[in-house]
């Protein structure tokens, strides 16, 4: 579909089209984020619901500045049908592996748009996304922390709790 129109665009057809498969996937994780907060909220864990939607709000950011790039460049940019989120969890620690895989998955996605910018030479959009990987790694950070203090508190009765109020606090 690269008709006249796409081809005047200020950023590359296919990097385009990628950065709206991203949108895709930054509205997914908001999504998911939401998801996760609900289930802490139900669950009594509202330290870690507070930082879930926040989380969901920051995800949806990210979504945001792809979109308006794609948009401020030329382009069209797509809104995203968000399906199959994920509702049921089994326990806190679940979730925050969950979240460290979705981060990881979004690593490895903004990797390969800046692979294929540098590749076709859309030093522009490469120079945009480099936000978005350093971001990724203060993400996955983030999360491998936190399940590092279930691995060193445990999961059971008070130690549940203290986990909550540490990942309120943003410790």
């Not at 978005?132 to 445990?154: P, S």
Request: proline fraction near 1%.
């Amino acid at each position: 579909m690269k008709d006249i129109v796409r081809q005047k665009i200020g950023i590359n057809v296919d990097i385009m089209d990628m950065l709206n498969e991203q949108i895709s996937k930054e509205a997914h994780s908001s999504a998911a984020y939401l998801a996760m907060a609900s289930w802490c909220d139900h669950n009594g864990l509202v330290g870690s619901a507070d930082y879930l939607y926040k989380q969901s709000s920051e995800e949806r950011e990210h979504m945001m500045k792809i979109f308006r790039f794609i948009n401020d460049n030329g382009g069209t940019a797509y809104s995203p049908e968000v399906t199959n989120v994920l509702h049921d969890f089994n326990s806190l620690q679940e979730i925050f592996e969950t979240a460290l895989d979705q981060e990881i998955s979004i690593t490895k996605s903004i990797n390969n748009i800046v692979a294929k910018c540098r590749k076709v030479q859309d030093f522009a959009s490469e120079q945009f996304l480099l936000w978005f990987v350093n971001e990724q790694m203060e993400e996955e950070n983030k999360f491998r922390r936190i399940l590092e203090i279930f691995d060193i508190m445990g999961t059971d009765g008070i130690a549940l709790k203290l986990i909550d109020e540490r990942i309120k606090h943003g410790e």
